[in-house]
C-alpha cells in the first residue's frame, strides 16, 4: 500500500476507489477491512463491486474481500430482479385499468438498463401515476392483492393531504414494496414542478407500456429528491446515482443545455445547482465547464451559499462507520429541520415536528 | 494461540482496544466492547478459539456498546453496532452476549451469499454430515448439542454452510444456544458439558449457551460430504419414529428454510439438488434424545455408502 493510502481515511479511499478501481490493487488488508466496512455503511459495497468487475480488477483482488465484494452483487442483483418483478406486477395491473404510469428511481434504472441499477439495495419500488388516477390506481392495486401499510390516522392524513405518494403499498410475501407518486414532489413544498410536463417529455419502454422520465427529468427528479426531500444522512449513494446518470446521460447530443433549460422551466434549477456543484466537490463528476457557469443562476443568496456547499459536501461525503458516536450530528439535525421547512409551510410543519418527536420510533429486533 | 489461552485481563483489554478477531471458520469476526463481564464470557464459550493478530483482516466487525440516551441514566443498555449502524433496538446491558451471537447470525444471514446457507443443524461422523433442517422449535439446537456430546463433531447448531460447487458442508461451529427446557435437559444428558451462565427473560425465554466441544472447534477448517438430511419434529412424550422423505419434497423442504436460496439462485438450486440426490432424507419424530440419538446412528450406517 502507498503511503498516500495507509493515513488516508475509509471515506476517502472509497471515492477514490470507486473513480479509479485500480487504486484497490494497493490496499492492504487493514485498509480492505475498513474500506468494506464503510461501503456497507453508505450502501455502495455492490457499487465498489461493480467498479472493481467493470475496470477488471476484481479478479486480483486478494481472496477474502473479492468474496464480500461478490456477495454483494449477489445481493443486491436480485434485488434488482426482485424490482424488474415488482414493476412487472404492477405494471400488469395499471395496464388493465388504462392507467399510464412512469417507473420513477431504482426501478428505472433497473428498466434503463443503468449498470449500476443492479448494485443498489432496493426496499420499494416507484411509480407515478396521474394525478386524477392515483385512488383508481390504489383501488385497483388493493383488489389485486396488495396490502396498505397499517398506519395510524395521523400518518394516513399525513399521506393523503401533505404528500406526493399514497401510504406504501406491500404485495403479501414478497420484498419490495410500491410507493404510488402522482408527482416527484411534496405539493405543499416550496418547489412546484408541472407534472404535465414530465409526462409530455417521458419515454416509453418495452416493459408493459411502462414509461421513464427523460433523462433530464431523471436528473432533475433525483437531484429534488436528494436535496429537497431527503434527511442528506448518509445519502452518498443518491450521489452515486446522480454521478452515474450525469456519466450516462452526458455524452447525448443536447444533453447539458436541456437539463440546465428544463430546470428553468420547471423551477427546479436549485436542486439542479446543489447537485451540480455537490457532485463536482465530491465526486469530480465530468461536468462542462458552461453547465456549471449556467448553473450559479440558481445558486441561493450569497450567505446561504456559503454555508450550504461546504455542508453539503460534508454531509454528502461517504460517513466513517468508526467514530461512535457518529460525526456531523448536529448538521445532519439542522438538515433535518431543513428538509421539513422545504416540505411543508411552518403552520403545518410545527404540529407535525411535534407529533413526530413525542413518537418512538422502532427499529428491528435482534432476536426477532 | 486460543483465546482460552488468554488471561481474563488479557481478553479484557484486547476488548477494549483494537477488538479481539474471533477465527470462527469460514469467517473472522472482530469484537470490540468495553464490557468486563461480556469478555469473560465470551473467553469461556470460545475457550478453544483461534485469534488472528490485531492487524489481521476480519470479514465482520462488530461492537457491543453501552446504550446512549436518557435511557442509559434509568437502565443500562447494550448497542450492537456493525459498520457503525445499530441494526437492533438495544438490549438490557445483562444480555450482551445472546445479543452478540443472535446479532452475529443476522449479519452472517445477509452476507455469506458465496454459499448457501441453509436454516439447519449440522453433525458428521467419520467425516458424513447429517443435516438436521428444521424451524426454531422443533429442537435441533437440543439435538445438535446431544449428538455433540455423544462423539459426533458438532458443524453447526443453526447454518447448514453449503458449499457451492461441491454441496459439501462447511462448518461453523459455535456456542450452542439452548433455550428454556432444553437447558436443564442437556445438563441432564451430558452432566460434564460445559454450559455458560443463564440468561432469564430474554425474547426467547431464558438462553444459555453450549460450549462446543474442543475436537469440533479443532477441527472447523474441514468440510464433510453430506450423508443424509433428517427432520426433527420433538414432540413430548411421543414414541420414536423414523419416515422415509422422498426426494421432491425433501428438495423443497430444504430450499423453503433456506436462508438465502433466493438470493443465491441458480448455483442454490444446484446445491440443494445435489444434495437430495446424494442423501437420503428422513422425519425423525421424538420424545427424548437417548432414542433420537440411537435413531440418527441407525440411520447413518443404513446410509452409509
Not at chain 1, 487493514?30 to 467493470?54: G, I, Q, T
Amino acid at each position: 500500500m502507498s503511503a498516500a493510502h495507509r493515513s488516508a481515511t475509509a471515506p476517502s479511499v472509497l471515492i477514490e476507489s470507486v473513480l479509479d478501481p485500480h487504486i484497490l490493487r494497493s490496499l492492504d488488508l487493514p485498509a480492505w477491512e475498513r474500506l468494506l466496512s464503510c461501503a456497507r455503511r453508505n450502501a455502495v459495497l455492490a457499487y465498489l463491486a461493480y467498479r472493481a468487475e467493470a475496470t477488471g480488477v476484481l479478479d486480483e483482488l486478494p481472496p477474502a474481500p473479492r468474496t464480500a465484494l461478490r456477495a454483494a452483487r449477489t445481493a443486491a442483483a436480485r434485488l434488482a430482479q426482485l424490482a424488474m418483478w415488482e414493476i412487472d406486477r404492477v405494471a400488469r395491473v395499471l395496464l388493465r385499468a388504462d392507467i399510464a404510469s412512469i417507473a420513477l428511481k431504482g426501478a428505472a434504472y433497473v428498466l434503463r438498463g443503468m449498470p449500476h441499477a443492479a448494485t443498489r439495495l432496493l426496499s420499494d419500488v416507484d411509480v407515478m401515476v396521474p394525478r386524477p388516477r392515483i385512488d383508481d390506481a390504489e383501488r385497483e392495486l388493493l383488489a389485486a392483492g396488495w396490502q396498505g401499510t397499517k398506519l395510524d390516522p395521523y400518518d394516513q392524513q399525513y399521506y393523503r393531504r401533505w404528500s406526493h405518494e399514497i401510504p406504501p403499498l406491500q404485495y403479501p410475501g414478497r420484498v419490495l414494496g410500491v410507493d404510488v407518486h402522482h408527482t416527484i414532489c411534496p405539493p405543499v413544498s416550496r418547489l412546484r414542478p408541472d407534472p404535465a410536463a414530465f409526462w409530455a417529455a417521458a419515454e416509453t419502454t418495452t416493459h408493459r407500456q411502462v414509461r421513464l422520465l427523460s433523462p433530464a427529468d431523471s436528473v432533475l427528479h433525483a437531484a429534488t429528491h436528494l436535496f429537497f426531500d431527503s434527511d442528506l444522512d448518509g445519502r452518498f449513494r443518491d450521489l452515486i446515482d446522480l454521478h452515474e446518470m450525469l456519466l450516462a446521460f452526458g455524452s447525448r447530443e443536447g444533453f447539458w443545455q436541456r437539463l440546465v433549460e428544463r430546470a428553468r422551466q420547471q423551477h427546479l434549477g436549485r436542486p439542479l445547482y446543489y447537485a451540480v456543484v455537490t457532485l463536482a466537490d465530491v465526486l469530480k463528476t465530468p461536468i462542462p465547464k458552461e453547465t456549471r457557469v449556467s448553473v450559479e443562476e440558481f445558486a441561493p443568496a450569497a450567505p446561504v451559499r456559503a454555508w450550504m456547499r461546504p455542508t453539503l459536501s460534508r454531509l454528502l461525503t461517504p460517513v466513517d462507520p468508526e467514530p461512535w458516536p457518529p460525526r456531523n450530528r448536529a448538521r445532519v439535525w439542522l438538515m433535518f429541520v431543513r428538509s421539513h421547512w422545504l416540505r411543508m409551510p411552518p403552520h403545518l410543519l410545527l404540529p407535525h415536528l411535534a407529533r413526530k418527536s413525542l413518537r418512538r420510533v422502532h427499529g428491528e429486533r435482534a432476536d426477532a | 494461540m486460543t483465546v482460552g489461552e488468554l488471561s481474563s485481563e488479557s481478553v479484557r483489554t484486547r476488548l477494549a482496544r483494537e477488538g479481539l478477531a474471533l477465527r470462527i471458520p469460514p469467517i473472522t469476526v472482530r469484537l470490540r466492547s468495553p464490557l468486563g463481564f461480556l469478555a469473560d464470557q465470551v473467553r469461556t464459550l470460545y475457550h478453544d478459539y483461534e485469534f488472528a493478530d490485531s492487524a489481521a483482516y476480519a470479514d465482520i466487525d462488530i461492537r457491543m456498546l453501552a446504550g446512549a440516551g436518557a435511557r442509559r441514566w434509568t437502565r443500562r443498555q447494550v448497542q450492537f453496532v456493525v459498520d457503525g449502524v445499530t441494526p437492533f433496538e438495544p438490549f438490557p446491558v445483562e444480555h450482551a452476549l445472546p445479543m452478540f451471537e443472535w446479532g452475529l447470525n443476522w449479519v452472517v444471514s445477509h452476507r455469506l451469499h458465496g454459499h448457501l446457507l441453509l436454516h439447519c443443524a449440522v453433525a458428521a461422523r467419520n467425516g458424513r454430515a447429517l443435516l438436521l433442517p428444521a424451524w426454531p422449535g422443533s429442537g435441533k439446537s437440543t439435538l445438535s448439542a446431544a449428538l455433540a456430546c455423544s462423539g459426533w463433531r458438532l458443524l453447526s447448531d443453526e447454518y447448514g454452510v453449503v458449499a457451492l460447487d461441491d454441496a459439501r458442508l462447511l462448518p461453523f461451529v459455535r456456542p450452542v444456544a439452548l433455550k428454556n427446557e432444553s437447558i436443564e435437559v442437556m445438563r441432564a444428558f451430558a452432566p460434564d458439558a460445559f454450559i455458560g451462565p443463564l440468561f432469564p427473560k430474554t425474547r426467547k425465554g431464558t438462553v444459555a449457551h453450549l460450549r462446543p466441544p474442543q475436537d469440533s472447534v479443532r477441527r472447523a477448517g474441514e468440510a464433510a460430504v453430506a450423508g443424509a438430511i433428517v427432520f426433527p419434529d420433538f414432540q413430548h412424550g411421543e414414541p420414536t419414529s423414523v419416515k422415509r422423505v422422498p426426494a421432491s419434497p425433501a428438495f423443497l423442504k430444504l430450499a423453503g428454510n433456506a436462508f438465502n436460496y433466493e438470493v443465491v439462485g441458480e448455483p442454490a438450486f444446484r446445491a440443494v439438488a445435489a444434495l437430495v440426490r446424494n442423501c437420503g432424507a428422513w422425519v425423525l419424530r421424538y420424545g427424548d434424545l437417548a432414542s433420537a440419538r440411537a435413531a440418527l446412528d441407525d440411520i447413518m450406517h443404513q446410509s452409509s455408502p
